[in-house]
């Protein structure tokens, strides 16, 4: 089988929670252009149409949007039937959407944490659970990428302009250890569960944080930069596809070099 062959998404349906803008817009450009079926979750009717019209007009994907609270267990569930009513069952599951909180840990509100931990960790779990047990468990196949952080890797830099995100890196340090253990546990049934680990985009979550550390941020990567509009697309593709196939239980860092440091 050719690498073009191996690469083409056609046929499959994907879901990518986050999916409306930052990180997971171009997740999903990546997979729409491949070839998949993209459902794209978020909280914001107008941020889902906005990047529907998006995908329609600069790539052509048609993809379909779905409104979601997944911070509200109880709305998980709905979501997923009704994306496997308009798209069918559901073979690449993407988890990326997140919140983060900037504070230091002795400041930090009880309130702050629960809603990181809520929505990183414990909505990755009910989507993916949800999507398991409708879609890829019983088909036995399937593709879960989980989007981690460098900064559940290690502790980050402690430089003073940037501001401590305990409950962040907590949360993602979870998700990478979620990612191991799930693949363990389904692999069996021929799914693969992988993540991926960026580094500094320029996004909407990040915005606060790179204006504070202003130069620093693309300083601290060997490669002199911040990640781009166009770095997470060749990945992604890979791991949602048959070209991954072998890679499973995997956390990539997306960073510029600065986990090599």
Sequence with gaps: ??????????????????????????????????????????????????????????????????????????????????????????????????????????????????????????????VTQEVGRRSMVPRRQGKVINVASVLG???????????????????KGGVVNFTRALAVEWGPHNINVNAIAPGFFPTKMTKGVLEMMGDDAAAEAPLGRLGGPEDLKGLVAVLASDAGRFITGQIVAIDGGVTAM
Excluded at 33 to 40: D, I, P, S, T, Y
Excluded at 50 to 79: E, K, R
Excluded at 165 to 170: G, N, V
Aim: charged share 20%.
């Design 153 to 171: 890797l290690g502790g980050g830099s402690g430089r003073e302009r940037r501001p401590a995100t305990l409950a962040y890196s907590t949360s």
């Design 1 to 126: 089988m050719g690498v073009k062959q191996l690469l083409d998404l056609s046929g499959r349906t994907a879901l990518v929670t986050g999916g409306s803008r930052g990180l997971g817009l171009q997740i999903a450009e990546a997979l729409g252009e491949m070839g998949a079926r993209v459902a794209l979750v978020a909280r914001k009717r107008d941020e889902l149409d906005a990047a529907v019209a998006h995908l329609a007009t600069t790539q052509g994907i048609d993809a379909v949007a779905f409104a979601c609270d997944l911070s509200d267990p109880p709305a998980i569930a709905p979501m997923v039937a009704r994306v496997e009513a308009a798209l069918g069952p559901i073979d690449i599951l993407v988890n990326n959407a997140g919140a983060t909180w900037g504070a230091a840990t002795v400041d930090l509100p009880l309130t702050a944490w629960e809603k990181v931990i809520d929505l990183n960790l414990t909505a990755m779990f009910l």
